[in-house]
């Protein structure tokens, strides 16, 4: 039972940070119709701008709250930037065109940004993982029995800034111009753009949310491993990409679903068999979903037209 | 015999003295004869995923997943027989005819592995082809990685070390053979089809998942035959060889030559093999050896940034969708 427990703790606090950078491809998704492949690698380029600036700050300034506020402020702003840049000027150009092309472009940034963050010339780190530094102290809050079941503060101030991060974007689609705006070009970006909505601005604006969303969740993320290194964004962003696919891609509650879902399985599957069958459950989890609802949960199907 | 008779073996008859020639002309150059091999086992690899991504539009990267099977099942096929052989046989024979047998299986359990995989997910419109194949390479690498036959991370070695020049371009001139014979035939007209417009080509009466399914199957048996040909000519293969950036590099010769340009894959395909190797062994005379590390290590993010930068400058690649042989191709009456 105490195990039990336990694996539900970690698959939830796992769960909110899948679930906020799969936020991020479903909002891509939703006004591009485009699979960010490079989503993950963003969130990794953040979690450097993050150690980079905890690195500056020192070890005093890093842990207090103005420290990591901004820190956080500071990777988010990065990666908003990154993302769009990315966007105007891979993603632009080949709006028009078929949408594979768009595809190999994203894998193609993809591949660059997470095999050149390997090369260790000028600015850029390496391969080798590094120590994240310990912006929020692990301190146990709740520990049941003897250890068995322990609840660390990092894991509940994660799942706050998650929750807190996917409400005010809730809030932002729904409630606010910005987000009508957003919710109209997905549905149909030409009449989007007859009506007025300068539909450029609404994509790239759409691609810095998601970029400084992943920025946020990469850091999270970080605090969880303890380390930080160039590949960590190609499987945590895939991760994320089958969290976003279980709930339907495009639907954003779904993507929050999707993520607490993948989150949980993951971690009850590794915790009962062995470790070393973690990155195969994501992408068997998600075959299943695929064969037996291809739409993802919350998805609905679609009818093509010609 | 009738003319149409010759022409299916007349390719084959054809090449066999070449292969024989070649391969005793290279016998003592062996770095000649690795470079070679490994240009050989790229070539088939590319321009059997062109069959599916090129010619049918579908894009998959996960054909080192394919590669990975028929490596591990060809390899421990071969590692099982080692002590077996056909008495009545020469010793040489015996080895060649073992290790033709591995490379069936190999290419028979990549195949069946295609199968698998195509039929549910190749109903799927393209990005999620895209992940699923991903996904299934890397449950490939996971299992082999939990799996103790297969030695684990650890790998396989002591695989008996019987390929030779003339059967890797054989296997390499029979995946030209096949796509051509592919490209040309009424099938390869459907696939066209699929890879322009799948509606359309539904409506117009092609059964696009069976058609989808036969292409992903086809390709995954030349990448399972890539795999054991790899596995008997390298000491030692471990799921390291076969990871994601494996499935890319084959992905970046096939776009920059062009999708769906057979002609394209093999040009792009030996290019890109032969510059790295080239590279390494030319810094490596210098008098800096890390320059020579570094080739290694600066190739994928390169291969990343020319992924994106020919898709913004010249989107159909090298060739685009033409073949070398529309040059000497008879026109038809009208056509100008």
Same mark, same amino acid.
Not at chain 1, 20 to 32: K, P
């Given at each position: 039972?105490?195990?039990?427990?336990?694996?539900?703790?970690?698959?939830?606090?796992?769960?909110?940070?899948?679930?906020?950078?799969?936020?991020?491809?479903?909002?891509?998704?939703?006004?591009?119709?485009?699979?960010?492949?490079?989503?993950?690698?963003?969130?990794?380029?953040?979690?450097?701008?993050?150690?980079?600036?905890?690195?500056?700050?020192?070890?005093?300034?890093?842990?207090?709250?103005?420290?990591?506020?901004?820190?956080?402020?500071? %990777?988010?702003?990065?990666? !908003?930037? $990154?993302?769009?840049? #990315?966007?105007?000027? /891979?993603?632009? @150009? *080949?709006?028009?065109?078929?949408?594979?092309?768009?595809?190999?472009?994203?894998?193609?940034?993809?591949?660059?940004?997470?095999?050149?963050?390997?090369?260790?010339?000028?600015?850029?780190?390496?391969?080798?993982?590094?120590?994240?530094?310990?912006?929020?102290?692990?301190?146990?809050?709740?520990?049941?029995?003897?250890?068995?079941?322990?609840?660390?503060?990092?894991?509940?101030?994660?799942?706050?800034?998650?929750?807190?991060?996917?409400?005010?974007?809730?809030?932002?689609?729904?409630?606010?111009?910005?987000?009508?705006?957003?919710?109209?070009?997905?549905?149909?970006?030409?009449?989007?753009?007859?009506?007025?909505?300068?539909?450029?601005?609404?994509?790239?604006?759409?691609?810095?949310?998601?970029? %400084?969303?992943?920025?946020? !969740?990469? $850091?999270?993320?970080? #605090?969880?491993?303890? /380390?930080?290194? @160039? *590949?960590?964004?190609?499987?945590?962003?895939?991760?994320?990409?089958?969290?976003?696919?279980?709930?339907?891609?495009?639907?954003?509650?779904?993507?929050?679903?999707?993520?607490?879902?993948?989150?949980?399985?993951?971690?009850?599957?590794?915790?009962?068999?062995?470790?070393?069958?973690?990155?195969?459950?994501?992408?068997?989890?998600?075959?299943?979903?695929?064969?037996?609802?291809?739409?993802?949960?919350?998805?609905?199907?679609?009818?093509?037209?010609? | 015999?009738?003319?149409?008779?010759?022409?299916?073996?007349?390719?084959?008859?054809?090449?066999?003295?070449?292969?024989?020639?070649?391969?005793?002309?290279?016998?003592?150059?062996?770095?000649?004869?690795?470079?070679?091999?490994?240009?050989?086992?790229?070539?088939?690899?590319?321009?059997?995923?062109?069959?599916?991504?090129?010619?049918?539009?579908?894009?998959?990267?996960?054909?080192?997943?394919?590669?990975?099977?028929?490596?591990?099942?060809?390899?421990?096929?071969?590692?099982?027989?080692?002590?077996?052989?056909?008495?009545?046989?020469?010793?040489?024979?015996?080895?060649?005819?073992?290790?033709?047998?591995?490379?069936?299986?190999?290419?028979?359990?990549?195949?069946?592995?295609?199968?698998?995989?195509?039929?549910?997910?190749?109903?799927?419109?393209?990005?999620?082809?895209?992940?699923?194949?991903?996904?299934?390479?890397?449950?490939?690498?996971?299992?082999?990685?939990?799996?103790?036959?297969?030695?684990?991370?650890?790998?396989?070695?002591?695989?008996?070390?019987?390929?030779?020049?003339?059967?890797?371009?054989?296997?390499?001139?029979?995946?030209?053979?096949?796509?051509?014979?592919?490209?040309?035939?009424?099938?390869?007209?459907?696939?066209?089809?699929?890879?322009?417009?799948?509606?359309?080509?539904?409506?117009?009466?092609?059964?696009?998942?069976?058609?989808?399914?036969?292409?992903?199957?086809?390709?995954?048996?030349?990448?399972?035959?890539?795999?054991?040909?790899?596995?008997?000519?390298?000491?030692?293969?471990?799921?390291?060889?076969?990871?994601?950036?494996?499935?890319?590099?084959?992905?970046?010769?096939?776009?920059?030559?062009?999708?769906?340009?057979?002609?394209?894959?093999?040009?792009?395909?030996?290019?890109?093999?032969?510059?790295?190797?080239?590279?390494?062994?030319?810094?490596?005379?210098?008098?800096?050896?890390?320059?020579?590390?570094?080739?290694?290590?600066?190739?994928?993010?390169?291969?990343?940034?020319?992924?994106?930068?020919?898709?913004?400058?010249?989107?159909?690649?090298?060739?685009?969708?033409?073949?070398?042989?529309?040059?000497?191709?008879?026109?038809?009456?009208?056509?100008?």
């Amino acid at each position: 039972m105490a195990d039990f427990i336990q694996h539900l703790i970690n698959g939830l606090a796992a769960g909110t940070i899948y679930a906020l950078v799969a936020l991020g491809y479903t909002m891509v998704y939703g006004v591009l119709k485009l699979i960010n492949f490079a989503h993950g690698d963003v969130m990794m380029v953040g979690v450097y701008i993050a150690y980079a600036t905890a690195k500056q700050l020192g070890r005093g300034a890093q842990s207090s709250l103005l420290g990591v506020m901004l820190i956080f402020l500071v %990777a988010m702003g990065g990666c !908003a930037l $990154i993302g769009f840049l #990315i966007e105007r000027f /891979a993603y632009r @150009p *080949l709006r028009e065109k078929p949408r594979l092309t768009a595809l190999i472009t994203a894998i193609g940034i993809s591949f660059a940004l997470s095999y050149g963050f390997q090369l260790d010339i000028g600015f850029l780190p390496g391969a080798a993982p590094r120590a994240f530094p310990e912006i929020i102290r692990p301190t146990e809050w709740l520990v049941i029995g003897d250890r068995d079941v322990v609840l660390w503060n990092w894991q509940v101030i994660s799942v706050l800034i998650a929750v807190g991060l996917m409400v005010s974007l809730q809030y932002l689609v729904f409630k606010t111009r910005f987000g009508r705006a957003m919710r109209a070009v997905s549905y149909d970006h030409r009449t989007a753009a007859l009506m007025g909505i300068p539909v450029d601005r609404i994509i790239a604006l759409t691609f810095m949310l998601g970029s %400084a969303l992943a920025a946020g !969740a990469g $850091i999270l993320y970080a #605090i969880k491993d303890t /380390a930080v290194q @160039p *590949l960590m964004g190609l499987y945590v962003g895939l991760k994320a990409f089958v969290a976003a696919v279980i709930g339907g891609i495009g639907h954003v509650p779904g993507a929050v679903v999707g993520g607490l879902l993948l989150g949980l399985v993951e971690e009850f599957v590794v915790g009962y068999t062995a470790s070393t069958w973690r990155d195969a459950v994501a992408f068997g989890f998600l075959i299943i979903v695929l064969l037996v609802r291809p739409e993802g949960l919350f998805g609905r199907i679609t009818a093509e037209k010609v | 015999m009738s003319k149409d008779a010759l022409k299916g073996p007349l390719p084959v008859i054809l090449a066999l003295p070449v292969l024989a020639l070649l391969q005793v002309t290279l016998q003592d150059h062996d770095f000649l004869i690795y470079l070679t091999s490994l240009v050989g086992v790229n070539v088939i690899l590319a321009v059997s995923l062109n069959i599916v991504n090129g010619m049918t539009g579908q894009f998959s990267i996960g054909h080192a997943g394919f590669m990975a099977v028929g490596a591990y099942s060809g390899g421990k096929l071969s590692l099982e027989m080692k002590d077996y052989a056909l008495s009545f046989l020469p010793h040489v024979v015996s080895d060649q005819i073992s290790f033709m047998l591995a490379i069936l299986v190999g290419g028979a359990a990549a195949a069946l592995c295609g199968f698998i995989v195509g039929l549910p997910s190749l109903r799927l419109k393209g990005d999620y082809l895209a992940i699923v194949t991903l996904g299934f390479g890397e449950i490939i690498r996971v299992i082999v990685q939990n799996t103790e036959a297969f030695g684990r991370a650890l790998g396989l070695s002591g695989i008996p070390q019987s390929s030779s020049l003339a059967m890797i371009l054989f296997w390499v001139f029979l995946t030209l053979l096949v796509a051509k014979r592919i490209a040309d035939s009424s099938h390869g007209r459907s696939l066209w089809a699929i890879r322009e417009d799948e509606i359309a080509a539904e409506a117009m009466g092609v059964n696009t998942t069976g058609y989808k399914v036969r292409a992903f199957v086809i390709s995954a048996f030349f990448a399972g035959v890539a795999g054991v040909l790899f596995a008997h000519f390298v000491p030692i293969i471990n799921p390291g060889s076969f990871t994601f950036v494996k499935s890319m590099e084959v992905v970046v010769m096939i776009v920059a030559g062009g999708l769906g340009s057979t002609t394209g894959s093999v040009v792009a395909a030996v290019f890109l093999t032969l510059l790295p190797e080239g590279l390494r062994s030319a810094f490596s005379r210098l008098d800096d050896p890390s320059l020579a590390q570094k080739v290694d290590q600066i190739r994928m993010p390169i291969y990343g940034l020319l992924l994106v930068a020919i898709m913004l400058l010249r989107p159909q690649g090298i060739f685009g969708t033409h073949e070398i042989w529309d040059r000497w191709k008879k026109k038809p009456k009208g056509a100008t």
